[in-house]
């Protein structure tokens, strides 16, 4: 009995003593477990943030795409006519103008042409004068009945056929003038020379086959080939230049890898249809190329602005998070707690995004710290100049207090 009695004593002394504690702990439990079961925002420590007002600037947007330099003119230089060659007049590598002799053929059996051809054309001359002498007595006999109609006839058919003969005589001529002029291989355009590809002595044979003896490029200019994607392309260039014209406004920088000198060109063309399996579309943009430094075959990057500046909101990298695939910041509301936004970006430019959607402007985004925040806590935003000017306020606070 007395075991018994003991025992329910003890379960009375731990039960208050168990509610004395709990009442204690909950009037003198720390401030911010008092927070915690009051809610978000209620009753926490406003934490200081830095903001920026998101403002929209008039920006010129730049895309770097990988280019490849092509020749705006290319010339393949092959025999028109079969012979020996006789002489190359040219360097390899030599700059050479438009008309320039680079190869000869053999010439001496296309100058027997062209005089064989010279001589017919004489004999058809003097059968056509002769010809044409009988044709006019005809005629006057005619008119007498000196002559049959038939005489007549045939010295009239004589003279046309011998002025017939002047016309064959003269395109086999200038047939042979040709095969004598394309002997001396001339240079179809203004540029660089390759290296000569068969030397003197070489047979060659004109026709479908027939071979290689050079190649030229143009020099003063070259072009860039890259692909463009289809969204940049119809929200930054399709909306601003609808004609090959205003195409011609669009600017381009180029350089090339591991060099500092930019080369600025302009949208030569963009191509006719967007390619379904890449999503992109040619484009093609020209340079100056007057130091020759620009060589077809080159891979360079360039870069491609918008005719004209156009407004756009811009926020430092630093303030963009990453949730998976999607980007998002945080921005203080009127009551001073934090906002999770998504947004959409686009273009880099010197380390500040073109936010696309999620944005407006006046809306105070927080740019420092981000990791440690979360939805719905207290801050005290404050700029970035401010925050400055109180962190010296402080360190002068703390050197007085030294002293």
């Given at each position: 009995?007395?075991?018994?009695?003991?025992?329910?004593?003890l379960?009375?002394?731990?039960?208050?003593?168990?509610?004395?504690?709990?009442?204690?702990y909950?009037?003198?439990?720390?401030?911010?477990?008092?927070?915690?079961?009051?809610?978000?925002?209620?009753?926490?420590?406003?934490?200081?943030?830095?903001?920026?007002?998101?403002?929209?600037?008039?920006?010129?947007?730049?895309?770097?795409?990988?280019?490849?330099?092509?020749?705006?003119?290319?010339?393949?230089?092959?025999?028109?006519?079969?012979?020996?060659i006789?002489?190359v007049?040219?360097?390899?590598?030599?700059?050479?103008?438009?008309?320039?002799?680079?190869?000869?053929?053999?010439?001496?059996?296309?100058?027997?042409?062209?005089?064989?051809?010279?001589?017919?054309?004489?004999?058809?001359?003097?059968?056509?004068?002769?010809?044409?002498?009988?044709?006019?007595?005809?005629?006057?006999?005619?008119?007498?009945?000196?002559?049959?109609?038939?005489?007549?006839?045939?010295?009239?058919?004589?003279?046309?056929?011998?002025?017939?003969?002047?016309?064959?005589?003269?395109?086999?001529?200038?047939?042979?003038?040709?095969?004598?002029d394309?002997?001396?291989?001339t240079?179809?355009?203004?540029?660089?020379?390759?290296?000569?590809?068969?030397?003197?002595?070489?047979?060659?044979?004109?026709?479908?086959?027939?071979?290689?003896?050079?190649?030229?490029?143009?020099?003063?200019?070259?072009?860039?080939?890259?692909?463009?994607?289809?969204?940049?392309?119809?929200?930054?260039?399709?909306?601003?230049?609808?004609?090959?014209?205003?195409?011609?406004t669009?600017?381009?920088?180029?350089?090339?890898?591991?060099?500092?000198?930019a080369?600025?060109?302009?949208?030569?063309?963009?191509?006719?249809?967007?390619?379904?399996?890449?999503?992109?579309?040619?484009?093609?943009?020209?340079?100056?190329?007057?130091?020759?430094?620009?060589?077809p075959?080159?891979?360079?990057?360039?870069?491609?602005?918008?005719?004209?500046?156009?407004?756009?909101?811009?926020?430092?990298?630093?303030?963009?998070?990453?949730?998976?695939?999607?980007?998002?910041?945080?921005?203080?509301?009127?009551?001073?707690?934090?906002?999770?936004?998504?947004?959409?970006?686009?273009?880099?430019?010197?380390?500040?995004?073109?936010?696309?959607?999620?944005?407006?402007?006046?809306?105070?985004?927080?740019?420092?710290?981000?990791?440690?925040?979360?939805?719905?806590?207290?801050?005290?935003?404050?700029?970035?100049?401010e925050?400055?000017?109180?962190?010296?306020?402080?360190?002068?606070?703390?050197q007085?207090?030294?002293?």
């Amino acid at each position: 009995m007395q075991s018994k009695s003991f025992t329910k004593v003890l379960v009375v002394v731990v039960a208050i003593a168990a509610l004395g504690g709990g009442y204690y702990y909950f009037q003198h439990k720390p401030a911010d477990a008092k927070a915690a079961e009051a809610g978000p925002g209620m009753g926490q420590q406003a934490m200081p943030v830095i903001v920026e007002a998101v403002e929209s600037k008039a920006v010129q947007i730049w895309n770097k795409y990988s280019a490849r330099l092509e020749a705006v003119e290319y010339a393949e230089i092959r025999p028109q006519v079969s012979g020996t060659i006789t002489e190359v007049k040219f360097e390899d590598g030599q700059q050479i103008e438009q008309g320039e002799v680079l190869f000869v053929i053999d010439v001496k059996p296309y100058q027997a042409a062209v005089n064989q051809a010279e001589a017919e054309v004489k004999v058809a001359k003097n059968e056509f004068s002769l010809a044409q002498k009988e044709a006019n007595r005809a005629e006057e006999l005619i008119k007498t009945n000196a002559i049959s109609k038939r005489i007549y006839d045939e010295r009239k058919s004589g003279s046309n056929v011998a002025w017939a003969r002047i016309k064959a005589a003269e395109a086999r001529l200038e047939s042979a003038q040709i095969n004598l002029d394309y002997a001396n291989v001339t240079a179809p355009i203004t540029g660089r020379l390759s290296r000569a590809e068969i030397k003197v002595g070489n047979l060659v044979e004109a026709g479908p086959n027939a071979p290689l003896l050079t190649t030229i490029v143009s020099t003063n200019a070259i072009y860039a080939d890259f692909d463009v994607d289809e969204q940049t392309y119809l929200r930054y260039i399709r909306s601003n230049a609808k004609d090959r014209a205003s195409e011609g406004t669009v600017p381009v920088k180029l350089k090339l890898s591991g060099d500092d000198v930019a080369y600025d060109g302009f949208i030569y063309s963009f191509d006719n249809q967007i390619d379904s399996s890449t999503g992109t579309i040619r484009a093609r943009a020209l340079f100056e190329n007057k130091d020759g430094a620009l060589l077809p075959g080159m891979f360079a990057t360039v870069e491609m602005g918008l005719p004209q500046k156009q407004e756009e909101i811009l926020l430092t990298e630093r303030a963009i998070g990453t949730d998976q695939d999607r980007k998002y910041v945080y921005v203080v509301n009127d009551k001073s707690m934090v906002e999770y936004r998504q947004i959409s970006i686009g273009e880099s430019m010197g380390g500040e995004r073109i936010v696309t959607s999620g944005l407006k402007a006046g809306d105070k985004v927080i740019t420092e710290g981000v990791i440690r925040l979360r939805p719905g806590m207290p801050v005290k935003p404050m700029t970035a100049e401010e925050a400055q000017a109180q962190q010296e306020a402080q360190a002068e606070q703390q050197q007085e207090q030294a002293h």
